[in-house]
């Protein structure tokens, strides 16, 4: 990749292993989320930012690089692939090594809607530029 270095995917690294804490804390540790997000599905919303913002970190270098719109638009596919795979992975996790945790396909299904809203806003701005 061109004019891409390492140093700019540091904000996706730190987000993936701090999103990787989160999933994978025991359930006895999960914090008490109160009364202000006592709604039904919220942690789904969690997922979707969760996973969002880490395909943002990951695809906003490849957005600034002078790579081909060509270029462009197979890395960002190439990292929406990772990151569902990601997704699904740490739900196998969870479930096989994680005490008090459980596979959940929902929570799978919200980490893939975040990417996929992330993925849809590169490609427009992608193709418009």
Known sequence: ????????FLPGIAWFFLVSVLLFLPGNDLPDTGPWFNFPQFDKLVHIGLF????FLFNFPIFKSNLKKQEKL???IRIALAACVWG?????IQKFFVPNRSFDLLDWTADSIGIFIIFLAFLLKISKA
């Open 1 to 8: 990749m061109k004019n891409i270095t390492i140093k700019q």
């Open 52 to 55: 969002g913002v880490l395909t």
């Open 74 to 76: 197979h890395w960002l």
């Open 88 to 92: 699904i992975t740490s739900e196998f």
